[in-house]
Structure formats: C-alpha cells, structure tokens
T-cell receptor
C-alpha cells in the first residue's frame, strides 16, 4: 500500500546544530508539505512543493529550508536549530491534476527537541 | 488571511449519543475542506474531504456538510463509541492562489464516556 513515512520519529539536538528531517512518500504525489504542530498554535505550514525542483515558503518558514530533487522525497533542514523550533513536525502529500481531489495524507510525525 | 475556528474546544458525551462538531472559516473562497482525526501522539488521519462544489460527504457513521457561502462546516457523528475519542481537526484550502495549502482550526477534543 502507498504510504508516507518520516524519519527519525524522535530527535534530540543542541542549539546551533543543523538537522535534517526526512519525508518519503510512495503515492507518487506531486504536492508535498511540511507542517509544525505546537500547543496554542495548532498546525502551521512551513514549506511546500508542487513538483520536482519547486519549493515555496509557508507561514513559518524562517530558519527552515527544503529541496525537491525527486517526486518521492522532501527533506526539511533546520539550518541552525533553535529552542523555538522544538515541535512536532508533520509531512503531507496530495495529488493534483485530472482525477485528483487534492486530499492530503499525513505522515506519523517527528518529535524534535532542541536543547 | 484565512482563519478557521472550531467550537467547542472540548466535548465530553456518553456513549451512544449523536453529536455535531462545528467548523467556521472567514474566507468563503475555498477549494475544499477536509476533516481529520488525531489520536494522542499520532499523526493525522483523513476522515472526509468535501470539494467546494459539494454540500456533504458521508463515510460510515460520519457525515460532513459544507455551507460555503456562510463559511461553515459540521461533522456529524452518529451513535458515538469510546473509540471515537480523539481530537478532530478541520482544515480548508484557499482560493486559486492558495490551492493545496491547508489552513487548520485548533481542533475539538472529543471524549466518549462508556
């Protein structure tokens, strides 16, 4: 069955370190998204991509970057981790084009702690 | 800027009751609306998606309605069960320029008491 996976599931890092969170989907979806979920703020969009080589900033993109070199993967990089980036990170994907209804499917999440 | 509100923030009902969760959004120019379920410490599970041209969608004991002109959606759960206990999230995608990107409400935490 098609799925979307994230790794690692849990990560503890130190302030200032670079961290990369992986997202891999086997739906063959063109669209991929990264969200963060925080108490009091709900889910907020960080970055998104509509296809290979396409990336766009979301609502809370400062301090984060993404790259899309193939259809299946959209890694999220924290350039220099800060305590304010302690959160749960979710990756999602959706199809587009004729026959697609743009329903988004989510991965299991990565819990990141920045000390 | 699109804003999504879910009321109530928490709801506790006895098993077997029918219940309604509410979602409202400020910009009626949406592409679609999606309801999710989230169990503690878990990811989001898509329950129902309603396209902007549709009025409702049904899946089993769940029925979601959409009134785009008034900026409202409801999720109806029939014959509630303890296994329905979870947080329910409503999310909309914006107009043409905002298509695909979800804007979430804060969720309704539902507890079904045996």
């Amino acid at each position: 069955d098609a799925e979307i996976t994230q790794s690692p599931r849990h990560k503890i890092t130190e302030t200032g370190r670079q961290v990369t969170l992986a997202c891999h989907q086997t739906w063959n979806h063109n669209n991929m998204f990264w969200y963060r979920q925080d108490l009091g703020h709900g889910l907020r969009l960080i970055h998104y991509s509509y296809g290979v080589q396409d990336t766009n900033k979301g609502e809370v993109s400062d301090g984060y970057s993404v790259s899309r070199s193939n259809t299946e993967d959209l890694p999220l990089t924290l350039e220099s981790a800060a305590s304010s980036q302690t959160s749960v990170y979710f990756c999602a994907s959706s199809g587009q084009g004729a026959g697609a209804n743009n329903e988004q499917f989510f991965g299991p999440g990565t819990r990141l702690t920045v000390l | 800027k699109q804003e999504v509100t879910q009321i109530p923030a928490a709801l506790s009902v006895p098993e077997g009751e029918n219940l309604v969760l509410n979602c409202s959004f400020t910009d009626s120019a949406i592409y679609n609306l999606q309801w999710f379920r989230q169990d503690p410490g878990k990811g989001l599970t898509s329950l129902l998606l309603i396209q902007s041209s549709q009025r409702e969608q049904t899946s089993g004991r769940l029925n979601a309605s959409l009134d785009k002109s008034s900026g409202r959606s409801t999720l109806y759960i029939a014959a509630s069960q303890p296994g329905d206990s979870a947080t329910y999230l409503c999310a909309v995608t914006g107009g043409i320029q905002g298509a695909q990107k979800l804007v979430f409400g804060q969720g309704t935490r539902l507890t079904i008491n045996p």
